[in-house]
């Protein structure tokens, strides 16, 4: 009789910590829960507009002779030189610049497109505004002068 009270014991005492786990473990589950809820929201990341301003971080050195001596100096800022903005197509609020196409309040560059009317395209900087219209040439059309 005394071994059977004892083995009811072990079974008791083994199986105690496996019921100790398993309510922690749905407690775990729920705080995970909790968790992956929260951060499922859309994060608000930052701009392009914002990133458009920000300044390269690099600096060219370069190495010159100075009165016999070697100096390294901070090299002014390389402007990089692009094609220039040609429209091509507008129709409604869309314009095509440069082969690819963008809508009002859109950023080409360094200007943002404020307006698109029929041919034309008004773009803004910091410094400058500009105004881009269609060229409307077609050669297929040719006139006969008498």
């Given at each position: 009789?005394?071994?059977h009270i004892l083995m009811k014991?072990?079974?008791i005492l083994?199986?105690?910590p496996l019921?100790?786990?398993g309510s922690t473990t749905n407690s775990s589950h729920e705080l995970i829960s909790q968790q992956i809820a929260e951060i499922k929201p859309a994060r608000v990341g930052?701009?392009?507009r914002a990133v458009d301003r920000v300044r390269s971080p690099f600096i060219y050195l370069k190495t010159i002779t100075k009165h016999g001596k070697k100096v390294t100096v901070v090299e002014e800022k390389k402007r990089i030189k692009f094609k220039p903005l040609k429209l091509e197509s507008a129709i409604n609020k869309n314009v095509k610049i440069n082969g690819k196409w963008y809508r009002e309040g859109d950023r080409v560059r360094e200007y943002t497109i404020i307006k698109v009317s029929?041919?034309?395209a008004h773009l803004k900087s910091k410094k400058r505004e500009l105004k881009?219209?269609?060229d409307n040439k077609n050669?297929?059309?040719q006139f006969k002068v008498n």
């Open positions: 009789m005394g071994d014991k072990l079974l083994s199986l105690l019921a100790l786990l930052v701009s392009n029929s041919g034309m881009l219209y269609l050669d297929k059309i």
